[in-house]
């Protein structure tokens, strides 16, 4: 399967810590997006890589958010000092240039006690 | 404020009828993307309209984009059980940089 994967799927995780997520675009996409879904919400758009450059990053919610693209291929996003309202589906998505046609992953779900 | 309104935000139906989900700006889009997303998955692409008054089809499902490229519509046929999910519109805004705005969605039950 040649989709969008992320990992872990599911993360559980005490108020304070910190929490990496990764995501696997498809191979030929050059553009990675992250998005944060809450319940009732459609996705939040965070920020977006073309190749390994980080192009928007105005849209993270705190200085607590960084995201990485080391060699234009995989994404981390991390979350420093969880807090509970950090609790939600964090989405990865992958696209060619024509970036209205994104791919999303299955998201991974922070739960924040 | 929502830059892409969706409505109904709910609809519950049973299966074999028809419904229309809308999505509405004040600003023009270069594209609206419609999406349907399953619970704990990601969203999955269904179409894409770029052309003012453009009509697409998939099967029972059917896509219109308005005329000033403002607003757009999905009309189901004979809804199945298949057809629940979460159905979302996104799109860029016409001019400056991309970023990638998504209405709140449509929640859709379909009974059997």
């Known amino acids: 399967d040649t989709g969008v994967s992320q990992n872990p799927r599911h993360k559980i995780t005490k108020r304070g810590q910190n929490v990496t997520f990764r995501c696997d675009p498809i191979s030929e996409h050059n553009r990675l997006y992250w998005y944060r879904q809450t319940l009732g919400q459609g996705p939040e758009f965070l920020t977006y890589f073309q190749n390994e450059a980080q192009l928007e990053k105005s849209r993270l919610l705190s200085d607590r958010f960084s995201a990485e693209r080391p060699k234009g291929s995989f994404s981390t996003l991390e979350i420093q000092r969880t807090e509970q309202g950090d609790s939600a589906m964090y989405l990865c998505a992958s696209s060619f240039p024509d970036a209205a046609k994104q791919f999303f992953g299955p998201g991974t779900r922070l739960t924040v006690l | ?112």
């Open chain 2, 1 to 112: 404020t929502q830059l892409l309104e969706q409505s109904p935000q709910f609809l519950s139906i049973q299966e074999g009828e028809n419904l229309t989900v809308y999505c509405n700006s004040s600003s023009v889009f270069s594209s609206l993307q419609w999406y349907r997303q399953e619970p704990g998955e990601g969203p999955v692409l269904l179409v894409t309209v770029v052309t003012g008054g453009e009509v697409k089809k998939l099967k029972r499902l059917t896509f219109q984009f308005g005329d000033a490229r403002k607003d757009s519509s999905l009309h189901i046929t004979a809804a199945q059980p298949g057809d629940t999910g979460l159905y979302l519109c996104a799109g860029p805004p016409r001019g400056g940089s991309y970023i990638p705005t998504f209405g709140r969605g449509t929640s859709l039950i379909v009974h059997p």
